[in-house]
């Protein structure tokens, strides 16, 4: 089984490399377009909101309500009912989002002034933000029902369509930077019209792989009022609990707001590099286990669930603390090979890679998070993780006040870091006392040969890798070829390291 889903996380991770690989690009572009002034602060905040709302309603709360039941439906019921469940809460969704909305069109000069207080004292950023985020907020409707789309499919083990999906939203700003942009008065808004552009196109994008199973929505609010009930009881803590990091990083938007300009793009490039590892490893083994989890519960199997919970781990932490160690050693290489051009300046580089540095040290327990939140909505459990996230909110907000004054934006990032650390020990440690979790033997020689491999890998590259002066003076070729030659003889180092001490490959993949 773990073989199955050690491949099911591969495809989707691969998947998810490509949208995460034109993600990238998206941003060199935008980069070099608008650089990390006052347009791309506005835009982000413009983005950010519905994009937060699209973490809460959908793959966030949402699917980790809806996934479960789904899976306990397609374990226990017939297909008509399982119709029925994905037929009523289509529609349910569907409704609520577009009240959701038009209050989000209707209120967007308000939404702002909650989100980015710091604008209210601009009159032309508030106008600009509250014009934007009128044109990106119907985004929400139509990226929380690909999500829907995706959860069916994903249930269904269909995972590569939903992994790719992504793609069309960097596809759609790319174009609209590069075409579009020139031919408005006001270019930045140009990408405003690309997310809304996205959303729609991610949506039908859908549509012919759930009609291919059978299961394309037909929305009818009289199917099955009992499962969407269960859905919508679990989805409201839910809402919280899976979305604590991206509530944090609004905090940090928020504070960041009334910091000088350029500190919400700093903070955005960064959490972009970031978001590679999360999006490529930790959303893939996320989006493979929850389905995986769920059955297990279902099949009442509780020796597999904590071995699939412990094979998830084991994972994560084999491939996060090299992901962020790399980060924060790469931290300026990666940022001047990919955004110091034109607009984009190396005073940027420098004080985005100070937050890169700050969220890299917290990538392991975000990564982590994507494994032990699941633990909870896989058995249907969302008032836990809800605790939980209200203390790790409760410790970003304290540790934003008392890192901002020091370290400016840094210390934002620091502090969700910091904050994510807190969930992880408060989720890990309810699944020890809750004898859901139960580790198999062998830990302490995996992270002792973790550590060493890391070390080993941490020394290269620190001394081996040019100084900042020489990255500046490089053209792009030099740039691109020195940053592959050294995140590919990092890599080797340390799997070459991890070899020499006999990893037990084996065990990764063995039957749980």
């Not at 203390?391 to 620091?414: K, R, T």
Request: charged share 15%; aromatic share 10%.
């Amino acid at each position: 089984m773990s073989l199955h889903l050690l491949k099911s996380t591969f495809t989707v991770g691969a998947m998810t490399m490509i949208s995460r690989v034109f993600g990238l690009i998206r941003d060199v572009v935008i980069a070099r377009l608008f650089g990390a002034g006052l347009g791309m602060d506005v835009f982000i905040v413009a983005f950010r909101i519905p994009n937060f709302l699209r973490r809460l309603f959908a793959e966030g709360g949402f699917s980790q309500a809806f996934v479960p039941v789904l899976s306990e439906y397609r374990e226990q019921r017939s297909q008509q009912e399982v119709k029925a469940l994905i037929d009523h809460t289509a529609a349910t969704l569907g409704l609520v989002l577009f009240a959701i909305t038009v209050i989000g069109i209707l209120a967007a000069p308000l939404l702002i002034m909650v989100f980015a207080p710091g604008f209210v004292a601009d009159e032309g950023k508030h106008a600009l933000a509250s014009d934007m985020l009128r044109i990106t907020f119907p985004y929400i409707l139509f990226i929380s029902l690909t999500a829907f789309a995706g959860g069916i499919l994903n249930t269904y083990k269909q995972f590569v369509v939903p992994a790719l999906t992504p793609v069309l939203l960097n596809l759609s700003l790319i174009a609209a930077g590069l075409w579009l942009a020139p031919l408005m008065d006001e270019p930045v808004k140009a990408l405003a019209w690309g997310v809304l552009i996205a959303g729609i196109m991610q949506l039908l994008f859908q549509f012919p792989f759930l009609f291919r199973i059978r299961m394309l929505p037909q929305p009818c609010l009289d199917r099955d009022r009992e499962g969407v009930k269960r859905i919508l009881k679990l989805m409201l803590p839910a809402l919280f609990a899976v979305s604590i990091v991206q509530i944090n990083l609004l905090v940090d938007t928020l504070i960041a707001s009334f910091l000088i300009t350029g500190s919400i793009s700093w903070l955005y490039y960064s959490d972009r590099l970031l978001e590679f590892p999360i999006g490529v490893f930790g959303v893939a083994i996320g989006t493979v286990v929850l389905p995986s989890l769920s059955e297990k519960h279902a099949q009442q199997s509780a020796a597999s669930f904590s071995r699939t919970l412990d094979w998830a781990l084991r994972w994560i932490l084999l491939i996060g603390i090299p992901a962020a160690l790399g980060l924060i050693l790469l931290a300026k290489p990666l940022l001047t090979t990919l955004f110091q051009y034109e607009e984009f300046t190396a005073h940027d580089v420098t004080m985005a890679s100070r937050s890169l540095i700050a969220f890299a040290c917290g990538l392991p327990a975000f990564l982590l998070i994507k494994v032990l939140a699941p633990g909870f909505f896989s058995r249907q459990d969302t008032k836990t993780p809800v605790k939980v996230g209200a203390i790790a909110l409760v410790s970003n907000i304290v540790l934003n006040l008392l890192l901002v004054v020091p370290l400016a934006h840094a210390g934002l990032a620091l502090a969700t870091s910091l904050a994510a650390f807190i969930q992880v020990g408060l989720l890990y440690g309810l699944l020890r006392r809750q004898k859901v979790y139960h580790p198999e033997a062998g830990w302490c020689g995996f992270i002792t040969k973790i550590t060493i491999a890391s070390l080993l890998m941490c020394l290269l590259l620190d001394y081996a890798v040019a100084d900042f002066a020489q990255w500046l003076a490089w053209g792009v070729a030099d740039r691109v070829v020195q940053l592959a030659l050294w995140i590919l003889a990092g890599t080797a180092c340390y799997f070459i390291a991890l070899w020499a001490m006999r990893m037990p490959w084996r065990d990764m993949t063995a039957q749980i």
